[in-house]
């Protein structure tokens, strides 16, 4: 049985012979690169990504490509270039210009914000603007022939991306400005947030139409930044609308959920998102894994299960293998899980690391005979 076997039936609700072992690996690969990554293009080695996944005998499901073209007409104009060590991006519309600067951090592999697009109310208007003069198109062929690419190995999970508080507090305006703005501007910044959720409804019925049957989308959700309140005001009855078009559709969706979780992860089951993905247990995040379990309840599938710090050299081996093996016990309460990374496994993890995960799966993430009988009947 393959991983991508294993996995599409712990998505059918039936129980596999062992645990689904599932790599986040594009971060790691970019790393081993050595190169600077093109941030408005993402990683573009399909061919060598695949292979990686291959050697260490894991399935693929973070899919870079897009189901969907988007335009602003001729009355906005938005610029996305990298300058040197800087990924610009731009808004020019009526009511004025935006500009949003990432900078190159060689030590993380990863873009740093170095100014937010949003970082006053009257950018907030102008955001408005250029909102409200997109639109979208179908585009499936990428999927197609990604999907194509990877059909031995693993399932593309094409991204919705963020929602409207999503994209305020983990993209255009960060943490503190985000919150300022909900009690300064109240009223401002929840029409920002209806506008967005309203034009990320429009894409989530594109992408029902679609021949991907399997979604992804992500706020990079931890309790700490959108505190269960905040999400609870301004995001879980959007959650449900984005469940309630895919499951209507027969598609499943994923949640990123890679932070904090005490207060969350329950909510998104409510919501009805079938997996909570890059689960992070502790030391990282703020729970173990049993605690994860008992908040998400026994039917949404756990995807992750490894704390960053867990894949590095510094954690002696015996550690990892422990951690591993906490993630695994899980399968005994339900078979809803797959082994992930927990996020993503970061730059300066050990390839030889990387491959043990395989056989720790195979030899303490297999279900009794009994449990896959009755599941399975």
């Not at 941030?39 to 990686?52: P, R, S, T, V, W």
């Not at 951090?105 to 170095?114: A, H, K």
């Not at 379990?293 to 867990?310: S, T, Y």
């Amino acid at each position: 049985m393959t991983e991508k076997q294993r996995l599409l039936q712990v998505l059918a609700g039936k129980t596999p012979d062992r645990v689904p072992w599932f790599a986040d690996l594009g971060h790691w690969f970019q790393a081993e690169s050595g190169d600077m990554w093109n941030l408005f293009q993402g990683n573009q080695d399909f061919e060598g990504l695949i292979a990686l996944h291959r050697e260490v005998k894991a399935g693929w499901y973070i899919g870079s490509c897009s189901l969907h073209e988007e335009s602003y007409g001729d009355s906005i104009e938005r610029v996305r270039d990298i300058q040197g060590d800087r990924a610009v991006e731009q808004y020019q519309t009526a009511k004025g210009s935006l500009t949003m600067v990432r900078r190159w951090n060689p030590l993380s592999y990863s873009w740093d914000i170095e100014k937010h697009l949003v970082e006053s109310p009257q950018d907030l208007i102008i955001l408005k603007d250029a909102l409200n003069h997109l639109t979208y198109r179908p585009h499936y062929d990428d999927w197609i022939n990604l999907s194509q690419q990877t059909d031995d190995i693993g399932l593309c999970f094409p991204n919705l991306a963020y929602t409207g508080l999503g994209s305020l507090i983990s993209y255009y305006m960060g943490v503190e400005n985000t919150v300022y703005a909900l009690i300064d501007e109240p009223e401002l910044t929840e029409s920002y947030i209806q506008l967005r959720n309203e034009k990320q409804m429009e894409l989530v019925r594109i992408y029902s139409q679609s021949p991907a049957p399997h979604m992804i989308f992500s706020d990079n959700l931890s309790s700490d930044v959108q505190s269960p309140d905040l999400f609870r005001r301004y995001s879980l009855d959007h959650y449900k609308a984005i469940a309630d078009c895919l499951h209507a559709k027969n598609k499943t969706v994923s949640a990123h959920i890679d932070g904090r979780m005490r207060g969350l992860i329950g909510m998104l089951a409510q919501a009805g998102i079938v997996i909570a993905d890059a689960c992070t247990p502790k030391p990282s995040g703020d729970l173990s894994p049993r605690e994860i379990r008992e908040e998400a309840g026994h039917d949404m599938i756990l995807m992750g299960g490894i704390a960053p710090v867990m894949w590095l050299p510094e954690t002696p081996e015996k550690v990892f293998i422990e951690h591993v093996r906490a993630w695994l016990d899980l399968r005994l309460i339900s078979s809803r899980l797959v082994q992930s990374a927990g996020d993503q496994v970061p730059p300066g993890t050990s390839l030889q690391r990387i491959k043990l995960m395989a056989e720790l799966v195979d030899t303490y993430g297999r279900y009794p005979e009994s449990m896959i009988e009755e599941a399975n009947q």
